[in-house]
């Protein structure tokens, strides 16, 4: 069996054969659901790129695991690093695309409430959204066994995604509507290292003036295909074509 992933505070100082406790939510899944016994193997991560690797040496309580660690796996930070500027979708669609992209291995997600949006985040309703979106990038994080969990940001402007296309290494609205763009994503030129910037529009596509204040930017349009996808999918296709052509996949 495939040794289960959870989340520690911090693995700083540690090494092999230090022995290290789990408790808290973490701590309670490990011993009280997954019933973890001596001698099974767990992986450890801080979420930032550190993991530990061990056996289990004993259970306390229902919430106190202690497991001995024999490995250091460490994640370094990607290159070329992938954010993908999400705009809202309707109902649990925003997770799906989270849980999608994370598994993935995109970088970073960026909310966006796009002026097209039907859902838009405000007040406590906002909040709690955003709490699960960061909450659904731990979980699959840690399903897809990723040591660097994916950054969800605070909801962003246009203004504020506008800001953050200028200073990416290569910036791309995805559009499609072959009035505005002909050159697929899938030939376009990509950098080495640095940052890629990808908008993934609402349901009802980019505005006219987003897609020119994006352009403004530096911002360019890009199509994924002859069909049309999704906005919950779009992005972990747009993930997968990326991660693959910029060698981070191989």
């Given at each position: ?148 969990f994916p950054e969800i940001a605070d909801a962003a402007t246009t203004k504020q995604v506008a800001a953050l296309l200028a200073k990416a290494d290569f910036a791309a609205v995805l559009h499609e509507d072959r009035a505005y763009t002909s050159e697929p994503l899938a030939t376009a030129e990509l950098p080495a ?58």
């Amino acid at each position: 069996m495939t040794a289960p992933v959870f989340v520690i505070g911090s693995l700083e100082g540690v090494t092999a054969g230090t022995v290290v406790e789990l408790d808290g939510p973490e701590g309670r899944h490990a011993v009280s659901v997954r019933r973890l016994e001596p001698g099974e193997g767990v992986v450890l991560t801080d979420g930032r790129g550190r993991g530990a690797a061990g056996a289990v040496v004993r259970a306390e309580g229902k919430d106190r695991l202690f497991v001995e660690l024999s490995e250091l796996p460490f994640e370094p930070e990607p290159a070329p690093r992938v954010t993908v500027v999400q705009a809202l979708p309707k109902g649990d669609r925003g997770e799906l695309a989270v849980e999608t992209m994370t598994e993935t291995g995109v970088d970073a997600i960026v909310p966006w409430s796009a002026s097209r949006c039907i859902t838009q985040w405000k007040g406590e309703r906002g909040l709690k959204a955003l709490s699960k979106w960061r909450a659904t990038a731990r979980e699959a994080g840690k399903q897809s066994r990723r040591l660097r969990f994916p950054e969800i940001a605070d909801a962003a402007t246009t203004k504020q995604v506008a800001a953050l296309l200028a200073k990416a290494d290569f910036a791309a609205v995805l559009h499609e509507d072959r009035a505005y763009t002909s050159e697929p994503l899938a030939t376009a030129e990509l950098p080495a290292e640095g940052e890629i910037v990808l908008v993934v529009g609402p349901e009802g596509g980019v505005s006219e003036q987003e897609l020119a204040l994006f352009e403004e930017a530096g911002a360019k349009a890009y199509r994924l295909g002859r069909s049309v996808l999704r906005t919950s999918t779009a992005g972990t296709a747009a993930t997968a074509l990326l991660l693959g052509r910029t060698g981070r996949w191989s």
